[in-house]
């Protein structure tokens, strides 16, 4: 730094002149030059600093990894943890089998409200996601210290708006970094995070349900362990894209096309939650053993997380929309399956069909709707997850008006199963309009 100081030592104002003494100082980053009536100076700032002033981007690696935990914990665990807790909980006398509908549905509808208001949060992506990654993780924690349903009512719910937040917030984030990386096509990873939370919490309540242990603790244990699982994304989802306006208006048949993969994402939700949700406790109703039950967890998340990463492939990616009908297909299938046939090997296949595709669905859906309105993602997504999170509340609202028991459950998967089916011709005729189109 070079400074020449007026007779009375006072500092001239600065003013920034980009480019001065280049030949000279070939090296230097940013010249400010002073005037008063007596004298002048120069003052240079050192080629280092820039390095702090601005930060290298995040790797591939790093944007995947930070992406997938933070997935892992909003989805895996605030979303999903409820599916493996469930028998667990009635197991203990906390929860009747009557009152799990609505704790599912008021997460739900928490994730919906979610949905709907991600794309207007005054914050970045990446702050919206670390704020929601915390919120799940005391949400998730706060399950274990009481026993009242109304406030596990208001604790599922909360558990629902972070999880909304958290997968718009890590989706335009990740998508956008990876992007800017040039590496779209890893947007598998960041997705695969989700089957991988679910086999996470899956295998947790399957190890940790040991004899002597509440369902309780295990609510509390579940929340430090995403406290630890977040920390990566809370240290590296930095920066990127400002807050987005509502996007404008689209005309004629890009509208219609739009909503008509809105209407069949919404579909998705309600075709695949139910069984989703009720899978552990259809095994259980076979096998009263969390051994046993507790394994139809884990292997939907497995199989949800390397279908993901078989999602990312070309073939699949060459035409999203007929990759995603040929999964609204096989989802039916699974959903159909336990309600015509409910053995072993059928809820295995349930798992395998379901837990298969949907992750593959919500990364080719999400995919789609970012391609068509890149400049408003974060508000393209939050259609597309509002949609879904509509279908997903009125699956368990719907059951709560079917026949009580078994037959109630099966006519709902009947249904849900049929709504899939509904969607494969529309989805299918979408993918034959256009050719295939990038990330």
């Not at 007596?38 to 995947?64: E, Q, T, W």
């Not at 977040?230 to 400002?242: N, W």
């Not at 994402?265 to 069984?275: N, S, T």
């Amino acid at each position: 730094m070079v400074v020449l100081a007026n007779a009375a030592g006072a500092a001239p104002p600065l003013r920034a002149i980009p480019g001065e003494f280049s030949k000279e100082y070939s090296s230097i980053a940013l010249t400010e030059h002073g005037e008063s009536p007596n004298c002048s100076f120069v003052r240079l700032r050192p080629p280092g600093l820039n390095r702090f002033m601005s930060p290298k981007p995040p790797s591939a690696f790093i944007i995947c990894l930070a992406s997938a935990l933070a997935l892992a914990a909003a989805m895996g665990v605030g979303r999903f943890a409820f599916t493996p807790m469930l028998p667990l909980m009635v197991r203990d006398g906390h929860l009747r089998m009557e009152a799990s509908p609505w704790l599912a549905a008021v997460n739900y509808l928490g994730y919906l409200i979610g949905a709907l208001t991600a794309g207007r949060l005054p914050w970045r992506p990446a702050q919206s996601a670390r704020a929601s990654l915390l919120g799940v993780a005391i949400v998730t924690s706060a399950m274990g210290a009481t026993a009242q349903l109304s406030l596990w009512l208001a604790l599922r719910g909360l558990a629902g708006v972070f999880s909304g937040w958290a997968l718009v917030g890590v989706s335009a984030w990740a998508m956008a970094e990876l992007a800017r990386a040039r590496r779209p096509r890893l947007a598998a990873f960041v997705y695969a995070g989700v089957g991988t939370g679910v086999a996470f919490a899956g295998i947790f309540c399957l190890v940790a349900a040991r004899p002597g242990v509440s369902s309780a603790q295990l609510w509390l244990e579940l929340g430090a362990l995403t406290l630890i699982v977040i920390t990566a994304p809370l240290l590296f989802m930095r920066g990127g894209l400002e807050p987005v306006s509502r996007a404008p208006a689209a005309d004629g048949r890009k509208a219609r096309d739009t909503g008509l993969l809105t209407l069949c994402y919404g579909v998705f939700g309600f075709g695949y939650i139910l069984p989703a949700t009720f899978l552990p406790a259809l095994a259980r109703q076979m096998i009263d053993d969390p051994h046993v039950f507790g394994m139809v967890w884990p292997v939907f998340g497995g199989a949800a997380a390397l279908s993901t990463l078989v999602g990312g492939a070309s073939p699949i990616q060459s035409n999203r929309l007929r990759a995603w009908a040929i999964c609204h297909a096989l989802m039916a299938l699974g959903a159909l399956l336990p309600s015509i046939w409910l053995t072993p090997v059928s809820l295995a296949a349930s798992a395998l069909f379901v837990g298969g595709t949907f992750m593959v669905v919500t990364m080719l859906g999400l995919q789609e709707a970012r391609m068509r309105d890149p400049d408003h993602a974060a508000a393209a997504l939050g259609r597309m997850t509002a949609a879904f999170a509509l279908g997903q509340f009125a699956g368990p609202l719907a059951l709560t008006f079917a026949p009580s028991g078994g037959p109630g459950l099966n006519l709902g998967l009947r249904v849900a199963g049929a709504a899939l089916l509904l969607t494969v011709p529309a989805l299918w005729r979408l993918g034959g309009r256009r050719r295939p189109t990038p990330f």
